[in-house]
């Protein structure tokens, strides 16, 4: 495949990465698996504190084909398989499954448990079905642990190049006379020498927009956040169905291989997020509803009390497209953020593509002119 054109050869070796999610460890281990160069994640909290550490993490090939993230999401399906071979299935609790939409009978009333040709082609979901239909087989559809493999990202670019974590907050980007990054200052002060900067801050890319003076501000969209709060329980078997309902305020279950159930739904409007990563409030009623959606649709999940409450942020676009690439105007400038509910997914082919950029000044395999801030496809 042709690389697509993005500049000429750069070579950054002083990489800064604001963000320890799922996007900055990207970034960091395709630095170091391809390129042999390490960076510098800094992070408030550490690795994954936020929707990347609390984030369902199923995996679609070709549900977004025929939009402007199409290529971006193949491309990633398929490294996940390649980070599971490399890292290991087991590490990073990556397998393949199916994916099913159960349509649910509708009012508020007792559950109640269809049988015949109402559950084929149904594993658990056996509570209020009115329908069923197939999604997806083993070969579109997988899943992964997103805190699991964060953590091996992470591990492998530390301990194979030397790429170090800063524990800390971005508040301003240097630059020098030519307009040039040369250094971050964190909000305690500190001063950390870069000749790249990434933005990977998910919701919080928001206020990064600051960091290059008003004029970047002015270029660079809004950043926001949907809030999400989910529930893990403990199912009685290893279940290998994911399914999304519709009814009943349309949950989302993926069962994991380590047995436990992954359920969420019921998100919050977006918003300019204020809230610190890893210190999002869970709001009991939410979790409520989410455990009254388990009772209506699965015998086997509905009596199971959740052995973990928490809620996240995923980041998003008034256009609904990521933002990746160069920030115009300021040399070893980067952002990569923005992902949607797609970020554990498209993680990957987002941070082999920010690496190419950034040591090749080319991408090879996503044309990242999609997701740019002048993309054609902005509104």
Known sequence: MAPHRAGTMVAYSKIVIAG????????????A???????????????????????GGFLARDWSDHSPVGELQRRSFDLHAELARDLGERVLDYRRLEA????????????????????????????NVRGVRMLGGRDTIAQVHPKKL???????????????????????????????VCGVKLEDGTIIEADALVVAC????????????????????QMFGVKYHSILVPSPRVLNQAVFFSGHGDPEVYPRPDGDAFITGFPDPSIIVTESPGSEEVRQEVVNTLIDAAKKTSTELGNIPPHTEQACY??????????????????????????????ILNGPATGEA??????????????????????????
């Not at 390490?38 to 609390?54: E, H, N, Q, R």
């Not at 998910?202 to 969209?221: D, L």
């Open 150 to 180: 964060s953590d091996a990202l992470w591990n492998y670019s530390e301990q194979s190049v030397g790429s170090k974590l800063v524990i800390g907050k971005v508040v301003e980007a240097i630059l020098d006379s030519d307009g040039a």
């Open 20 to 31: 320890g999610g799922i996007i900055g460890n990207s970034i960091s281990y395709y630095l």
């Open 354 to 379: 920010v690496a190419e950029l950034l040591v090749e000044g080319k991408t090879r395999y996503v044309n990242l002119q999609v997701f740019g801030l002048n993309s054609p496809y902005r509104r």
């Open 202 to 221: 998910g919701p919080w890319t928001h206020s990064a927009r600051t960091w290059f003076g008003p004029e970047v501000e002015a270029k660079m969209p």
């Open 314 to 343: 995923l980041p998003t676009t008034d256009d609904g497209i990521p933002v990746i690439g160069e920030i115009p105007g300021v040399k070893g400038a980067f952002v990569a953020a923005g992902h949607g509910c797609w970020g």
């Open 33 to 55: 698996k391809r390129h042999s160069t390490p960076s510098t994640i800094i992070d408030p909290v550490g690795i994954a504190p936020a929707a990347s550490g609390k984030a």
């Open 100 to 127: 099913a939409a159960v349509a649910l009978e509708g009012g508020g009333g007792m559950a109640s448990k269809p049988s015949g040709k109402k559950l084929e082609g149904v594993e658990w979901a056996d509570v």
